[in-house]
């Protein structure tokens, strides 16, 4: 009995045609002889995060002993509440391409930018543009024929000077007062984003002014380009599975997830690497194997993964977001204190 209620409070259950115990249960009196409450000591000592891999552009990390709750709060923090300076108005002084100025002030839009968001202030609805809330990029660009392209080429790069406009084209434009900023610091964050083709005699010449935003109000501003996480699978082998049978259940999940191994002179199967595990369930449609097995996911033990759209690094995305939830935290304390709650009862 006291398995089974073990389980029922760590574990979700994986069947063959349906995922049992999906509920939330760690809440007071869920269970008889369970003292499930809060408690900030028991928090502190089984709260643990694992990194596992972590590089400018993308982090992965295990997250345990928490509820779902919050592991989504970071998650919808990460995209839409971290602020990141993005393209917002594109002043078009000429654009004779075929690209019409509205589509392609949306496409510079989407550009995203390596800038610090902490150097510059916060800009609001009606705010006007200062040196301190904006930085300003200028693209001019015309496209025309090479007189020393091959007679034989066909190539439009090999034939035309210009005929790509991409995002290394977007030349940073100081205002009064900040020529501080480094400028290697303020750039778009790849170079090969094509913008627009060009053939002889179409230019473009345009100003974008970047501010600071959220995702919030504009996917552009989201510093992500997914932040997601998963339950951490569990598989259990009931007992040894040897022979073919070890190698058929190797092959019902992904590779690296079973491994086998020489136990006693047979060829035993054993569970390597779970978190490489998709949670497919194709070993139960298999009548003999999934006998051999339990599936199921740790309740508390999220990974996951951050994908950085390169604006800011993944770890700093992840800081914010703590920082932002702790700031939440904070506010509706301070409402709760400076409120008074009337019972009308």
């Known amino acids: 009995m006291a398995k089974h209620i073990s389980q029922l ?14 509920h939330a249960v760690d809440y007071p009196g869920g269970f008889h002889d369970y003292d499930d409450s809060w408690n900030l000591e028991n928090f502190k000592k089984d709260f643990k995060i694992n ?3 972590v590089d400018d552009g993308e982090m992965e990390f295990d997250m345990i002993g928490i509820d779902a709750s919050i592991a989504n709060a970071y998650r919808r923090i990460m995209l839409s509440e971290v602020p990141t300076m993005a393209i917002e108005k594109v002043i078009i002084y000429n654009n004779t391409s075929i690209i019409q100025d ?8 989407l550009i995203p930018i390596a800038a610090n968001p902490k150097l510059f202030e916060d800009f609001k609805q009606g705010d006007s543009l200062t040196n301190k809330n904006s930085i300003t990029f200028k693209l001019q660009i015309k496209c025309s024929k090479n007189r020393s392209a091959p007679s034989n080429a066909t190539d439009p790069e090999e034939l035309y000077t210009n005929s790509k406009v991409t995002s290394q084209d977007l030349k940073l434009k100081f205002v009064e007062g900040q020529e501080k900023i480094p ?21 473009i010449d345009l100003e974008m002014i970047c501010v600071k935003g959220i995702g919030a109000d504009h996917a552009k501003f989201s510093p992500v380009a997914t ?3 998963r ?3 569990e598989i259990i082998l009931k007992e040894p599975v040897t022979g073919k049978r070890a190698k058929r259940l190797a092959k019902c999940f992904p590779e690296g997830v079973i491994g086998i191994k020489e136990i006693e002179g047979k060829k035993t199967a054993y569970v390597d690497e779970v978190r490489l595990d998709t949670c497919s369930r194709q070993v139960l449609r298999d009548p003999e194997l999934k006998e051999f097995v339990t ?12 994908e950085s759209t390169g604006a800011i690094s993944a770890a ?4 914010e977001s703590i920082n932002i939830l702790k700031h939440k935290c904070h506010k509706f304390l301070e409402e709760i204190d400076h409120n008074t709650i009337v019972d009308d009862s």
């Open 9 to 22: 409070r760590t574990r979700v259950q994986l069947e063959e045609y349906q995922v049992k115990n999906t």
């Open 51 to 53: 990194i596992m891999k």
């Open 102 to 109: 509205e589509v392609l002030a949306h496409r510079l839009g």
């Open 183 to 203: 400028e290697h610091n303020v750039r778009p964050v790849h170079e090969d984003i094509l913008i627009a083709k060009l053939r002889p005699g179409q230019e």
């Open 227 to 229: 932040a997601s996480y």
């Open 231 to 233: 339950l951490m699978p």
């Open 295 to 306: 599936l199921s996911k740790i309740r508390d033990h999220f990974i996951f993964c951050i």
């Open 316 to 319: 700093d995305i992840f800081r």
